[in-house]
């Protein structure tokens, strides 16, 4: 199913065409030539193929062992924070309702 020459015309003027300027690529790095193509393709699902490779479009982050570390660090670290703050908080009710008359643990 292609576009038809008003179609395909009505979506340039909507989406333009892309043209790269490889003078700002880095080193290495060429453009695809019109006999390389057939080094593209696609599966069933959309998923995008390089020489029978999948083109990977997502990042993912990638942390050294140093900061793996200190995450974990900063998790524990969090952690105990937040613990400590809610029982803080349930000390703080445990005295007001005792005052109060509330249901809390008395001494």
């Not at 003078?23 to 060429?30: A, D, F, Q, T």
């Not at 193929?49 to 062992?65: A, D, H, M």
Request: charged content about 20%.
């Amino acid at each position: 199913m292609g576009y038809r020459e008003d179609e395909r015309d009505k979506a340039l003027e909507q989406v333009p065409l892309f043209m790269a300027d490889p003078v700002h690529w880095p080193n290495g790095i060429r453009t695809v030539g019109i006999d390389e193509l057939n080094n593209l393709g696609i599966d069933r699902e959309g998923v995008l193929y390089w020489n029978g490779r999948v083109i990977t479009i997502e990042k993912r982050l990638r942390l050294s062992f140093w900061q793996m570390i200190w995450a974990a660090v900063v998790g524990v670290t969090a952690f105990l924070v937040s613990l400590s703050t809610i029982l803080q908080g349930l000390a703080a009710y445990s005295t007001w309702a005792c005052t109060m008359g509330w249901p809390a643990i008395c001494q």
